[in-house]
Every structure is written in C-alpha cells, then in structure tokens.
C-alpha cells in the first residue's frame, strides 16, 4: 500500500502540485467527524487516484497598489497626518482631509469647537 501512495502522490508533485496542495485535497475528503473509516489507506488511494490539472490563483483585478492588504475593517483608513499622536492615529475620513477629528478641533460628538 505505502509504494502504491508514493506513487500516486508523485504523480500529484509531477504534475505542478505542492505537498501542501496533496494535503488540503485529503482533508477535504475525509468523513466528518465520527464517521468511522474502515480502511484508511484505501481511503487516501481513493481521494488520490485523480490529478487536477494545477491552476495557479489569478490575482484579483485591483485599483489598489500592490503590498499586504488590510483588512475590510481598516479599508478606507487613514492615518492622521497631524503629527501630533504619540502612536499612529487611523480614521475614516468623510472626504479627503488628511487629519483626525480631534486634529481638526470636533470633539469626541462629533460637532466643532467641542
């Protein structure tokens, strides 16, 4: 059994896939939790006996300059340009100012001169 998985998991790194790529495809595979398996080895044989073609990920269409992405919650922040904060400040501006609203003078309510 162990010759005839090696085999069948070389063909997976022939054909451009990584271990981690074989990994993933078995652990999909498996039953859910509690469900007995009877025969591992035959199991992992059956989940390897076809070879996807390998399709590497198509980056997505951005405005956005390359670098790490930030997360949905920080999207369309801004650090506070001020200077002022002794750590960088992020907010969401309303429209292109290029300071906080505490920089600005609004107060914590969000009106003027507060």
Request: net charge positive; glycine share 14%; proline share 13%.
């Amino acid at each position: 059994m162990r010759e005839e998985l090696t085999r069948l998991t070389a063909r997976w790194l022939a054909a451009g896939h990584t271990s981690a790529d074989v990994h993933e495809h078995v652990l999909r595979g498996l039953p859910g939790a509690g469900t007995p398996v009877q025969r591992p080895g035959g199991l992992v044989r059956y989940l390897l006996r076809e070879v996807p073609p390998r399709t590497l990920p198509q980056p997505e269409p951005s405005a956005s300059p390359p670098g790490p992405r930030l997360s949905s919650r920080l999207q369309g922040a801004r650090e506070c340009a001020s200077g002022a904060h002794t750590q960088p400040m992020l907010f969401r501006p309303v429209g292109d100012e290029t300071l906080c609203s505490e920089c600005l003078g609004w107060g914590p309510q969000g009106g003027p001169g507060v």
